[in-house]
């Protein structure tokens, strides 16, 4: 049997907290499938997941779908379909999915690591994600990278990338541009690199949403009253006035500033300036050892925004599938 929905569905992987994962929600998709390498995301997903969830079903914090913790590299389109027929009895057939999410691993091209490198293993994970989406004939594929991937040290492996996209351009359109996640609501200044591939059979061009007013309660001195300024590595002090928060990185090394007293950010800011206020961390691994504050700063810093990724795939929804 072949899984039936009455939404769009998708799949995910490099899932992370669940950023994009989230945003799909909010635009009206349904999950049937996460993946991650990371074991911490996925005690962090369980914590969560509707049947235990404290928010309830609709709300996009609520995770929802089969999360399997796999590399990216290991899984095929036919072994997602095995892994989400044993979880629900109904099978993906190729072409069922209508959108695939993910974000590989960037720190070989992020601007925090001034060692830029191209042929590594994690910027290779970038070719998994295209070779899904072509094993799957999935609808509309949308893949996030930092922007180190333009810098001209990552030449090579670019020329690498667009070799190796020769054979799916056959099958899909395919169009990148830079956007920020606080032209689209969220409360990080936050640039990065997306590309969407569309299936040519659609007969749709890949697009992106226009840039939207900034909305002034995303502003940080309207979040945090009583913090003037802040100081991040490689940003030094900067003033809340009327300022989003610079992109939040998975290092941690963040201070505020309030009442003229330095102190670290603290962990429900984080989920603050991440718009996952109230959100359950307190999530324990496998072998019931607890899920560390450092492991929820990574994947914190790591994540999609989530109204970015709402707006984005919203959009995808309404003018790329045609589905309102």
Known sequence: MTIQSPKPVFIS?????????????????????QSDIDRAVEAVFNQNYE???????????????????????????????????????????????DLYISGSPCPDGSAANPNHKN??????????????????EIKVGVFENVLGFLNKDMGHFRA????????????????????NAKDYS???????FITMIVRKDLGVQPSFPEPEPFDSANYMHNLFPSVSHYFSKGGGMITTYRKHFRTMTASGSVH????????????NERLVLSHLEGYDLDAKL???????????????????????AHKLLQYVREKILGLM
Do not use: W
């Open 119 to 136: 042929f590594t293993y994690r910027n290779r994970l970038m070719l998994d994600q295209y070779r899904l989406a072509y094993e799957g």
């Open 13 to 33: 992987t490099c899932s992370g907290i669940g950023g994009f994962d989230k945003g799909a929600k909010l635009a009206g998709f349904r999950c049937i499938y």
């Open 186 to 192: 969220s409360r990080q200044d936050r640039d990065r």
């Open 160 to 179: 690498e990338l667009a070799t190796s996209l020769s054979r799916i351009m056959k099958e899909y359109y395919i169009k990148s541009a830079i956007l």
């Open 51 to 97: 049947s235990r969830s404290k928010y309830g079903f609709s709300d996009h914090r609520t995770t929802t779908g089969l999360f399997e913790v796999a590399a990216i590299e290991d899984l095929s389109f036919s072994s997602i379909s095995n892994s989400v027929n044993i979880a629900t009895g109904a099978g993906l057939s190729k072409g069922d999915v």
């Open 256 to 267: 505020f500033f309030e009442s003229g007293i330095k102190r670290p950010i603290t962990l």
């Open 286 to 308: 496998s072998d019931g050892t607890p899920v560390s504050v450092q492991q929820c700063i990574r994947m914190l810093g790591n994540m999609v925004q989530i109204p970015f």
